[in-house]
């Protein structure tokens, strides 16, 4: 029975693409299974909540979260979802009650989606928001940004409007390595501490603005020699 109905979903979904324009199909970075991504002609996401948002991808990151998806270290990501929880673009499309953006405005993505209600998001703590659509969602368990569209829930949390004298290359990372740096070093309460040579131990030394780097077993030398020229010591 159950393989029935999937079945009877597959040839829907089958006759849907057959019957689409151009315009609708776009290529999405897919994960496939462990070990296999791949680039697949999708259809563009439409909004589906009113609190949703569709955005125009114009930069995307890789984080080193897709590779441990890729890996298996992830058994929460779906199969068939496409990847990438860390872009720029603009605004397609929003839902009827979307307040803080509006069609056109650039802006950035942020990696967690949350609801803003549930007993986690009023105490701060987003990555456990406990609706479907919440905490990472996005390139996880819903289809994410390394798309030419990504369809965002709560756009009105996780959407912020990129200022006319800032890139989308500067802005890039405020959705999730910049931010997570950032996170790191205000709840850890630290102030002169660095550990590592990775991106978001990075933007944790920034955040911090005085540094030490701790350990030396990164293979990245790039990252690293830029982590030590960033610290004190
Ligand atoms: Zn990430
Ligand atoms: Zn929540």
Redesign the pocket.
């Known amino acids: 029975m159950i393989k029935e109905i999937c079945f009877a979903n597959e040839i829907i979904i089958f006759a849907r693409y057959i019957l689409m324009n151009e315009e609708d199909i776009m290529l999405a970075y897919t994960y496939i299974e462990h070990g296999k991504f791949e680039l697949q002609e999708k259809a563009r996401p439409e909004i589906k909540d009113s609190r949703d948002a569709v955005v125009r991808v114009t930069l995307g990151s890789i984080c080193t979260s897709d590779l441990h998806i890729k890996h298996g270290s992830v058994p929460r990501a779906v199969p068939g979802i496409t990847v990438g929880h860390e872009m720029v673009g603009v605004v397609e499309q929003v839902g009827a009650d979307v307040t803080s953006v509006k069609p056109g405005d650039r802006v950035t993505v942020n990696v967690e989606t949350?609801?803003?209600?549930?007993f986690?998001?009023k105490h701060g703590y987003?990555n456990n928001?406990?609706?479907p659509n919440?905490g990472w969602a996005l390139g996880c368990r819903i289809d994410g940004g390394q798309a030419e569209y990504v369809r965002v829930p709560y756009a009105d949390q996780g959407l912020n409007r990129i200022p006319d004298t800032v890139s989308d290359e500067q802005a890039l990372f405020v959705g999730d390595v910049l931010a997570t740096g950032f996170w790191a070093a205000r709840i850890s309460e630290i102030t002169e501490v660095q550990i590592g040579g990775g991106c978001s131990s990075r933007y944790c030394s920034e955040c911090l603005r005085k540094s030490f780097v701790v350990g030396g077993g990164d293979r990245h030398w790039n990252r690293w020699t830029l982590s030590r020229k960033r610290a004190i010591a």
């Open positions: 949350f609801c803003g209600e549930c986690f998001c987003v928001c406990t609706d919440g």
